[in-house]
């Protein structure tokens, strides 16, 4: 609610140009999204966590895991699910459970929470007091390792046999209207400039993915009938985008288009010609359901 | 019981004494209201008179103790001669005595429409009473000239509260920073905190906002501002007084266990038809009133602001990524009849909108719950009849009835959503009965009663202690459907009794039930005050209070979805103590440390089998303490002004396991100075400065990834409010012009610059997506604000 509060106050209030990085630039250790294939789970059903991540200035460094669950802690926040776990356990990029078979004991909808952490260093499995971090991660001088090699954090397996929810799937994917299919790497000129406006128009390019028809799905919590809710996020190993993520396109009378359309504008800023151009489209419902795909580019 | 047991022994104590005094002083009967002339605009002083009563309790001789040589001079005559009083008595045998009556007038000051406009309102405040107390008898050798009635002469107020912080509209009017408006200047006197900037909050003794109760004459409001704080939702040129009751206030009002800012408004005048205009940046209002026969009078006043007009393109101009239409109004109209000498009947009709749509851009938020188009409304209105009467024996009735409706619609995107309408009815009936010489008892019933509808779909509602709650997109939400009415009844009585001339003891006791809770609360008060000693180097008075204070816990924490039903009210015992120290002609002093012990507070426990993942208990506590100072230069036609410091501490524990924390609106010191002087040829200049501890907040030290929102969350360093925001500091200017451009009509125009020395004030912090770096976010910079204002 803290972050409610902030957006609407900073309406109101001198917020400073920070300069802080966009969260679409992806420049160091980053989890982009972990896809459950079942965000929604029954009592003693097998869930499979798949990790999208990416490490672009890593030079292939290995990077090290651990993962660890929580059953119903009586919050939906990572931290406190981090909290009542005595630790994490090592691991891959990719984790599975077992939804526990009395998870629903004493509780109408239960909730599995899991906890995953990726450092490019040593991890060590005891809690960090400066960070609030379920684990520790040095460097080979025992330094901690900071933003650009570590990350944690979490998502959570709604455990209920009442409702069903499907991961929305991601069908085409466009740059500038023309369908861009896995594996094709279309090549634009790169730009010096530092901001959008030093680049030339020609620079300007469209991203766009669309959804397929029924991945917005219609489930009823006894409110009526609700119909989930898309957002599609954009990430980018260097450059511009508008924006981090983007609503479904809608026509004029703002009903949305269908299939769900997401487009972003892209403008290749700074642009480093020594790395691609490296991007990720990651399509969420706002139940925790998710897909993910990624594409590249080549300099002119 | 056993708070019952004492309160009856100190009645049956104390109303001994009485029985056996054998000298009284005279009394005020019947106060009178002052007739303002236009020779008086732009006066206000207090005007000392002399005055003489005879055995039957008329006035019989007036004269000015110290003639000033200005109108005020006739008008305080007028009105004193036209006072009545209870004759003092000697063995119960009424003999002739002299008094001196303080009266302190403000006359037109820049409205003409202040001629005769506080005519038919009751009787001046509280301390006036108790001021009695130093009025000494008459002796058999003749009519001693002895201490001073300090007198207002305006609205009805509670006579019963020990403090009562009180703004005048020629001093909300002046008040530098205050942009006219007629609430903002009250965070400038002790015990009121600084709300964070565009917060609308209002902080009385290191209490939680919603502790805190709004009255527009007497009737609760849910919010005191347009828009978090940018204008009151009253125009200035309606209010009377605001009255700021820090805490420990009199049984008359319950439901609360913070304080109350109580807004007077002000009756039609009656002499002729009135209009004012006014228009600044922000808004424009328009007042039209007068009288309609020679009985009855009426106002009807409306106020639109116009931000809307150029806001969109400011935000472009500045690239803040977000575009908004936010638009405010309200309206009032009163109708006020005479029924006999002795009651005013007032009809008011008055209400508020506010509505808003923001389009953030995704650049701007990186949690899709806050994109896209945002929507906020709120309004109310009230109708309220008012009947008010002294009879000639001195017993005041008070009856009030207000109904209403109070309307809320919230759209932020899918995620938080909430569309309530709030039917309202509340009613007072009160008599305030003088027994004796040295007795009043004052009883009534305080109602309140209504309708709530409302659908509301949130993730879970966080507690105000509780941790970021990360990301809002992904989360699970709830929803709830609500339709039910409620029925709060209180009653309340208290016996006011001089046990010595000077020694004034109150002790009653509120009753209150709530709909939403069980159980039947009793919370006994009483409050003393001592005029130590009189005029002779400086009146000195103490005083003390002593009460419990109970309040009904919030809508949604009851909700059978978000909140846990059943669970009981929020209480406080509340105490004050206090020295009012004349020292100097026109100056005072005043200093009242303050502790409050909160318990019962409704927290959130963690708990796995709510749908919200928690219930509500009563299961917080905290305190409040600290000492109010106040140096006042009481008003004169050239100078008004003030220093006001608080210094105090706030606590709270959540939960009986969990450490004690620092409120988050706790403020160590809170310093105010405020001058404004006239030059007398329509020049005023005045100068506000403001110091303020930094609001206490969580460090964050570092951040996580949400995987079901699709982005970051904070990690807080615990305990919970350990950091300090930077002190806040301001000073604001005003300077202001007055014409008299046609007979009995100004013209005026004014400057008002906030923070003119452009002191960067940290509000707040902002952070990089993954809460790695931070950045601050300030209030508004110098802000110069120019307005005109013009009565005819």
């Known amino acids: 609610?803290?972050?409610?509060?902030?957006?609407?106050?900073?309406?109101?209030?001198?917020?400073?140009?920070?300069?802080?990085?966009?969260?679409?630039?992806?420049?160091?250790?980053?989890?982009?999204?972990?896809?459950?294939?079942?965000?929604?789970?029954?009592?003693?059903?097998?869930?499979?966590?798949?990790?999208?991540?990416?490490?672009?200035?890593?030079?292939?460094?290995?990077?090290?895991?651990?993962?660890?669950?929580?059953?119903?802690?009586?919050?939906?926040?990572?931290?406190?699910?981090?909290?009542?776990?005595?630790?994490?356990?090592?691991?891959?990029?990719?984790?599975?459970?077992?939804?526990?078979?009395?998870?629903?004991?004493?509780?109408?909808?239960?909730?599995?929470?899991?906890?995953?952490?990726?450092?490019?260093?040593?991890?060590?499995?005891?809690?960090?007091?400066?960070?609030?971090?379920?684990?520790t991660c040095k460097d080979l001088t025992g330094a901690p390792v900071g933003r650009d090699g570590f990350v944690w954090g979490g998502t959570r397996v709604v455990v209920t046999t009442l409702l069903v929810n499907a991961n929305p799937?991601?069908?085409?994917?466009?740059?500038?209207?023309?369908?861009?299919?896995?594996?094709?790497?279309?090549?634009?000129?790169?730009?010096?400039?530092?901001n959008v406006d030093d680049c030339p128009a020609s620079a300007v390019h469209e991203f766009s993915y669309t959804a397929k028809a029924d991945s917005a799905e219609t489930y009823d919590i006894g409110a009526g009938p609700?119909?989930?809710?898309?957002?599609?996020?954009?990430?980018?190993?260097?450059?511009?985008?508008?924006?981090?993520?983007?609503?479904?396109?809608?026509?004029d009378a703002g009903v949305p288009l269908s299939p769900p359309r997401f487009d972003i504008a892209f403008v290749p800023t700074t642009s480093d010609r020594s790395h691609p151009l490296h991007l990720w489209f990651v399509l969420r419902d706002d139940r925790g359901g998710m897909s993910i795909a990624d594409r590249q580019i080549t300099w002119k | 019981m056993r708070a019952i047991g004492i309160l009856l022994a100190l009645v049956a104590f104390f109303g001994v004494r009485v029985a056996f005094a054998q000298v009284e002083p005279p009394r005020i009967k019947t106060e009178a209201d002052a007739h303002y002339t236009g020779a008086a605009r732009g006066l206000a002083r207090e005007v000392v008179v002399v005055v003489t009563i005879g055995a039957d309790g008329h006035v019989a001789e007036v004269a000015l103790a110290e003639p000033n040589g200005d109108a005020l001079d006739e008008i305080a005559l007028d009105a004193a001669r036209r006072y009545e009083f209870f004759p003092a008595t000697k063995?119960?045998?009424?003999?002739?005595?002299?008094?001196?009556?303080?009266?302190?007038?403000?006359?037109?000051?820049?409205?003409?429409?202040?001629?005769?406009?506080?005519?038919?309102?009751?009787?001046?405040?509280?301390?006036?009473?108790?001021?009695?107390?130093?009025?000494?008898?008459?002796?058999?050798?003749?009519?001693?000239?002895?201490?001073?009635?300090?007198?207002?002469?305006?609205?009805?107020?509670?006579?019963?509260?020990?403090?009562?912080?009180?703004?005048?509209?020629?001093?909300?009017?002046?008040?530098?920073?205050?942009?006219?408006?007629?609430?903002?200047p009250i965070?400038?006197?002790?015990?009121?905190?600084?709300?964070?900037?565009?917060?609308?909050?209002?902080?009385?003794?290191?209490?939680?906002?919603?502790?805190?109760?709004?009255?527009?004459?007497q009737a609760a409001v849910p919010l005191a501002f347009h828009f978090g704080g940018l204008a009151a939702v009253v125009p200035t040129e309606l209010v009377n007084s605001v009255d700021v009751y820090p805490g420990n206030y009199d049984v008359q009002y319950g439901r609360g266990i913070g304080g109350i800012v109580d807004i007077g408004l002000r009756g039609p005048s009656k002499d002729r038809i009135h209009v004012i205009g006014k228009f600044d940046a922000i808004d424009g209002s328009a007042l039209v009133e007068g009288p309609l026969d020679d009985k009855t009078r009426f106002l009807v006043a409306a106020r639109r602001s116009w931000i809307e007009a150029y806001f969109p393109a400011l935000a472009q101009a500045l690239a803040l990524g977000v575009t908004a239409s936010p638009v405010y109004y309200d309206y009032q109209a009163m109708l006020e009849r005479d029924i006999g000498k002795r009651t005013t009947l007032r009809l008011t009709f008055l209400g508020s909108n506010d509505r808003v749509n923001v389009t953030l851009a995704p650049s701007q938020s990186t949690d899709p719950a806050f994109a896209g188009q945002l929507q906020n409304a709120t309004d109310f209105w009230r109708l309220q009849l008012q009947a008010d009467a002294k009879l000639k024996d001195g017993t005041k009735l008070f009856s009030q009835i207000s109904v209403g409706q109070d309307g809320l619609l919230l759209d932020l995107g899918s995620t938080l959503n909430a569309n309530s309408t709030a039917t309202r009815v509340q009613g007072r009936a009160q008599a305030d009965v003088p027994i004796t010489k040295g007795l009043r008892i004052k009883g009534g019933i305080d109602l309140e009663g209504g309708q709530w509808d409302y659908t509301l779909t949130f993730p879970q509602i966080p507690g105000a202690d509780s941790p970021d709650t990360g990301p809002l997109f992904g989360q699970k939400k709830l929803t709830s459907v609500r339709s039910f009415g409620y029925f709060n009844p209180g009653a309340f009585a208290n016996v006011e009794i001089f046990p010595t001339k000077r020694f004034r003891v109150l002790v009653g006791a509120r009753v209150d039930t709530f709909g939403a809770t069980s159980g039947v609360y009793l919370q006994p008060r009483m409050n003393v005050r001592w005029v130590v000693r009189g005029k002779d180097g400086g009146k000195t008075t103490l005083k003390g209070a002593l009460g419990l204070y109970a309040q009904q816990p919030q809508v949604f924490e009851t909700d059978p979805v978000f909140g846990t039903p059943g669970i009981a009210a929020n209480e406080a015992t509340q105490a004050s103590f206090g020295i009012e120290q004349?020292?100097?002609?026109?100056?005072?002093?005043?200093?009242?440390?303050?502790?409050?012990?909160?318990?019962?507070?409704?927290?959130?426990?963690?708990?796995?089998?709510?749908?919200?993942?928690?219930?509500?208990?009563?299961?917080?506590?905290?305190?409040?303490?600290?000492?109010?100072?106040?140096?006042k230069y009481k008003p004169d036609k050239h100078f008004m002004g003030w220093l006001a410091y608080t210094i105090s501490r706030s606590e709270r524990r959540d939960l009986p396991e969990l450490p004690i924390h620092l409120f988050q609106y706790d403020q160590t010191h809170v310093l105010s100075a405020v001058g404004s002087y006239s030059f007398g040829n329509g020049w005023s200049v005045g100068l506000r400065v403001r110091y303020v501890t930094g609001n206490p907040y969580t460090p964050i030290v570092g951040g996580y990834f949400d995987n079901n929102g699709g982005d970051y969350g904070p990690v807080d360093k615990l305990p919970i409010y350990s950091g300090r925001l930077p002190s806040f500091f301001s000073m604001d200017v005003r300077v202001e012009k007055k014409w008299h451009i046609l007979k009995d009509?100004?013209?005026?125009?004014?400057?008002?610059?906030?923070?003119?020395t452009n002191f960067r004030n940290v509000e707040s912090f902002t952070y990089a997506y993954d809460y790695q770096f931070h950045a601050t976010a300030a209030g508004l910079p110098i802000l110069p604000s120019l307005g005109a204002r013009i009565e005819l």
Not at chain 1, 97 to 113: F, K, Q, R, S, W
Not at chain 1, 170 to 191: H, L, N, R, V
Not at chain 2, 599 to 607: E, G, I, S, Y
Request: charged share 20%; glycine share 10%.
């Open chain 1, 169 to 194: 799937s991601i069908d085409k994917i466009f740059i500038d209207g023309t369908e861009w299919a896995p594996g094709y790497s279309p090549a634009i000129d790169s730009c010096v400039g530092k």
């Open chain 1, 226 to 251: 609700t119909t989930e809710e898309l957002v599609g996020w954009f990430y980018v190993t260097q450059g511009s985008l508008t924006a981090g993520y983007a609503s479904p396109n809608a026509d």
């Open chain 2, 745 to 756: 009509s100004l013209f005026s125009v004014y400057i008002d610059v906030l923070d003119a």
């Open chain 1, 1 to 135: 609610m803290r972050r409610a509060a902030l957006a609407i106050a900073c309406v109101a209030l001198a917020c400073e140009a920070t300069g802080f990085e966009p969260e679409y630039v992806v420049d160091t250790l980053r989890v982009l999204g972990i896809t459950a294939d079942a965000p929604f789970a029954a009592p003693g059903q097998s869930v499979h966590f798949a990790t999208t991540w990416a490490d672009p200035l890593g030079a292939g460094r290995t990077i090290q895991w651990a993962w660890g669950t929580c059953l119903n802690p009586g919050s939906s926040q990572i931290p406190d699910c981090a909290n009542a776990l005595d630790s994490l356990a090592p691991g891959t990029d990719s984790f599975d459970i077992t939804v526990p078979a009395n998870a629903l004991d004493g509780v109408v909808v239960g909730e599995v929470g899991v906890v995953f952490a990726a450092c490019a260093g040593t991890l060590s499995l005891v809690r960090d007091p400066h960070n609030g971090a379920p684990v």
């Open chain 2, 187 to 217: 965070e400038s006197l002790p015990g009121v905190s600084r709300a964070p900037a565009f917060s609308g909050l209002i902080i009385l003794r290191g209490g939680a906002p919603q502790d805190s109760q709004v009255f527009l004459d």
């Open chain 2, 582 to 631: 004349e020292i100097a002609h026109r100056v005072e002093l005043s200093i009242e440390p303050f502790y409050k012990n909160l318990f019962n507070l409704v927290t959130q426990r963690p708990d796995a089998t709510s749908s919200s993942g928690f219930h509500y208990d009563n299961e917080g506590t905290g305190f409040a303490y600290g000492v109010e100072f106040l140096l």
């Open chain 2, 91 to 184: 063995d119960a045998k009424p003999l002739k005595s002299r008094i001196k009556l303080k009266l302190a007038l403000h006359g037109p000051a820049q409205t003409p429409e202040h001629v005769e406009e506080d005519a038919g309102a009751p009787i001046p405040p509280p301390q006036t009473i108790d001021a009695g107390t130093s009025v000494q008898t008459a002796r058999d050798a003749g009519p001693p000239i002895t201490d001073i009635e300090d007198v207002r002469v305006r609205g009805q107020k509670t006579n019963d509260s020990p403090t009562v912080r009180s703004l005048d509209r020629a001093e909300i009017e002046s008040m530098p920073g205050g942009l006219g408006d007629a609430i903002r």
